[in-house]
């Protein structure tokens, strides 16, 4: 192989196993939709966004499938959508999860974790249309966090605009797709140690765009992002083992703040003083 050639492919294995982000890429162009993909029959309208396009994974078919069909057997009454933080609830590549936190919380509300490492809004879309994630089953209540590879360029930068777009397009596909279950959208959490980090702003503009798409009807926003600051803002290893994804003890931090509201929306409430006591971003008090 050419050194140009070695190159690249070691700058892209050093970005796929650490997660850095590559903030010096340009917005990803707009793409042409799928020539057969059928906008009308998924309820949602046609668009050019590439973080609003479905995008197929060729490398998780056998692995993941297997595991979300055994999780399916269950039945869940709870599922998790989203990436690698929503995956590593479970113990994964040697790497401290929150497999603890969820059998404490989770497990006895017979939940199923469908998150997938490295997954962007186009590619979870693709997850839940083409591939068939949710069909035959019925969830009484949905949480999806997603967003925050296509804002650190994992696969093409985003723009927090483009961003808020895609997470539309699968809250409304969800919408449609489960019309009786409650859908718990979160805020994208912050990453990396300093508030002046450039994907912290990013966080927050897309944060700023997906919070009125709460309708109390089947759609609630939190935003879980303050419980992993400092008092200074910055962020520590001790919640965020890598400055990206959650520790045990992050993982902690995020089951008991989001708890409340999930069980109200378990026990079809969704209204009150609960929910009226969120801050002015609809932040977790």
């Not at 936190?101 to 809004?121: C, E, I, K, M, R």
């Not at 590879?149 to 919408?175: C, D, M, S, W």
């Not at 962020?235 to 703040?257: F, P, T």
């Amino acid at each position: 192989m050419p050194a140009h050639a070695t190159a690249v492919v070691l700058g892209l294995l050093v970005l796929f196993l650490t997660g850095l982000p590559v903030f010096g890429e340009e917005p990803a162009p707009p793409s042409e939709p799928p020539a057969e993909w059928p906008w009308a029959s998924y309820g949602l309208p046609p668009t050019t966004n590439p973080a609003a396009l479905p995008l197929n994974r060729t490398d998780w078919a056998y692995e993941y499938h297997n595991g979300m069909l055994q999780q399916k057997l269950s039945n869940p009454s709870l599922i998790f959508l989203g990436d690698s933080i929503t995956m590593m609830w479970r113990t994964q590549s040697g790497f401290e999860g929150g497999t603890p936190v969820w059998h404490q919380y989770y497990a006895p509300l017979n939940a199923a974790n469908f998150g997938l490492s490295g997954d962007t809004t186009a590619t979870l879309l693709w997850r839940l249309t083409e591939g068939g994630d949710l069909e035959g089953l019925h969830p009484r209540v949905v949480v999806l966090l997603i967003g925050i590879n296509n804002l650190l360029g994992v696969r093409g930068a985003h723009t927090p605009e483009q961003v808020a777009e895609g997470i539309t397009t699968i809250v409304n596909y969800l919408k449609v797709k489960l019309p009786d279950t409650r859908l718990l959208l979160l805020g994208i959490f912050p990453c990396w140690e300093s508030p002046q980090h450039p994907a912290r702003e990013l966080v927050r503009q897309t944060n700023a765009l997906i919070a009125p798409l709460e309708d109390r009807k089947q759609v609630w926003y939190l935003d879980l992002g303050p419980r992993f600051l400092e008092p200074d803002g910055t962020i520590s290893k001790v919640k965020l083992r890598d400055l990206l994804h959650l520790s045990e003890v992050g993982y902690q931090i995020w089951a008991s703040a989001m708890h409340p509201y999930l069980l109200d929306l378990l026990n079809n409430q969704g209204q009150g003083e609960l929910w009226d006591a969120r801050g002015p971003h609809l932040t977790a008090p």
